[in-house]
């Protein structure tokens, strides 16, 4: 069984780097599938920000493009999402997934909150 | 960007109904489209992918139709389960990918 766990700190400072850790067990990353970063304001719907495949290569939501950082440790098996530049209006829930090439978000993580306050 | 639109944005219905939600994409898809459930707290579940194929473990009342702009989820004889927020989503392009901006099914 897929199954995928965020990780990292819950309350980032305005301005400064929001970083989160998704750790993936039942599945190597190397094996392939593109590996995502969905996030999701409180009350609000769901914003993808962007995706890696285990190769490196990442593409990202272009709202966001100049703010974020994927990347991926296959020796560890999981991948980690850095968005420079927080204001409030990065407080969001974070969700790790999985996906491919027209394969739909078909595992996701628990999520985590991520409160962006001074 | 492809801009995906769902109505109702909150639907109100008895166990037992039968209920559709509509999902319309701004721009052809083809059948790239995934419908989502998520209840308070919890991540989205995959219902549907491809328009109408429905994902392992998922109840037969769900079904999923359309192509191209249009398409719907329908939930034929609604459990006390079935009572949350429901996301298509268009998986064509990734230039982002998309999501629509959620309907509540609410108990009547």
């Known amino acids: 069984q897929v199954q995928l766990q965020e990780s990292g700190p819950g309350l980032v400072k305005p301005s400064e780097t929001l970083s989160l850790t998704c750790g993936v067990s039942g599945y190597s990353i190397s094996r392939g599938y593109y590996w995502g970063w969905i996030r999701q304001p409180p009350g609000k719907g769901l914003e993808w920000i962007g995706s890696?495949?285990?190769?490196?290569?990442?593409y990202s939501n272009s709202s966001l493009k100049s703010r974020v950082t994927i990347s991926v440790d296959t020796s560890k098996n999981q991948f980690s999402l850095k968005l420079s530049s927080v204001t409030a209006a990065d407080t969001a829930v974070y969700y790790c997934?999985?996906?491919?090439?027209?394969?739909?978000?078909?595992?996701w993580g628990q999520g985590t909150l991520v409160t962006v306050s001074s | 960007d492809i801009q995906m639109t769902q109505s109702p944005s909150t639907l109100s219905a008895s166990v037992g109904d039968r209920v559709t939600i509509t999902c319309r994409a701004s721009q052809s898809i083809s059948s790239w489209l995934a419908w989502y459930q998520q209840k308070p707290g919890r991540a989205p579940k995959l219902l549907i992918y491809k328009a109408s194929s429905l994902e392992s473990g998922v109840p037969s009342r769900f079904s999923g139709s359309g192509s191209g702009t249009e398409f719907t989820l329908t939930i034929s004889g609604l459990q006390p389960d079935d009572f949350a927020t429901y996301y298509c989503?268009?998986?064509?392009?990734?230039?982002?990918?998309?999501f629509g901006q959620g309907t509540k099914l609410e108990i009547k």
């Open positions: 890696i495949y285990h190769t490196g290569s990442t």
């Open positions: 989503q268009q998986y064509y392009s990734y230039s982002p990918y998309t």
């Open positions: 997934a999985r996906h491919g090439p027209h394969v739909p978000f078909d595992y």
